[in-house]
């Protein structure tokens, strides 16, 4: 079945890099997501990547796509404070999306 | 702001309540989705509107029912919940047929059962 694993956390400082891991198990999926969550807040699709592609760049943010060893990863350049919430991967499940566990992001100053 | 408005924003009922969870989205948009999120969890899917007709039910308990009128609103109506019913609700919708539709979410709404 399908299933998207996750690192939970990770914590950076501000400048830094952020890169979040995303492994998933539906070879069929065509498209992978990444959404951002703040405390309180919805879902805020930030940017997703076709399963052809392997790397999708937008200004910070860049996404790189294994195929083979079914990764996508999600990096963040010059990380702020702002950046501090949940990421969510998601793969295609029928028309619907089914999402990791989460990776919870922690940027200090 | 988000393109997908859900209200009310935040809901506590009764376990013998009746109440209803209302999201309109304007994008044109012939997909709608309702997703269920507890605290520090990723969010489950619950049901899926494909041009106004159910689609998809993940096998959700008969005390939620799902209604979607036209293809601008969707509703969820809430029938003796039970506490552990309470959650984060949150609305998607996508433009099907096209690929890389990805799902627009609003902000939820908070419900409380007690």
């Known amino acids: 079945g399908e299933d998207v694993e996750q690192s939970l956390f990770l914590s950076v400082r501000e400048g830094d890099s952020s890169v979040i891991n995303c492994t998933y198990t539906d070879s069929s999926s065509t498209y992978l997501y990444w959404y951002k969550q703040e405390p309180g807040a919805g879902l805020q699709l930030l940017t997703y990547i076709f399963s052809n592609m392997d790397m999708k760049q937008d200004q910070r943010l860049t996404v790189l796509l294994n195929k083979k060893d079914k990764h996508l990863s999600l990096r963040i350049a010059d990380t702020q404070t702002g950046d501090s919430a949940i990421y969510f991967c998601a793969e295609t499940l029928r028309t619907a999306l089914i999402f990791g566990k989460g990776t919870t992001l922690s940027v200090s100053s | 702001d988000t393109e997908v408005t859900q209200t009310p924003k935040h809901l506590v009922m009764g376990m013998t309540n009746k109440k209803s969870l209302k999201c309109e989205q304007h994008m044109g948009h012939r997909a709608m989705y309702w997703y269920k999120q507890k605290a520090k969890k990723p969010p489950e899917l619950m049901f899926v509107?494909?041009?106004?007709?159910?689609?998809i039910n993940e096998s959700v308990p008969s005390r939620f029912s799902p209604e979607c009128p036209n293809s601008s609103l969707l509703n969820l109506h809430l029938h003796a919940l039970q506490p552990e019913d309470s959650a984060l609700y949150l609305c998607?919708?996508?433009?099907?047929?096209?690929?890389?539709?990805?799902?627009?979410f609003g902000n939820g709404t908070r419900l409380t059962v007690t």
């Open positions: 998607a919708s996508s433009q099907l047929g096209q690929g890389g539709s990805p799902l627009h």
């Open positions: 509107y494909s041009y106004e007709k159910l689609s």
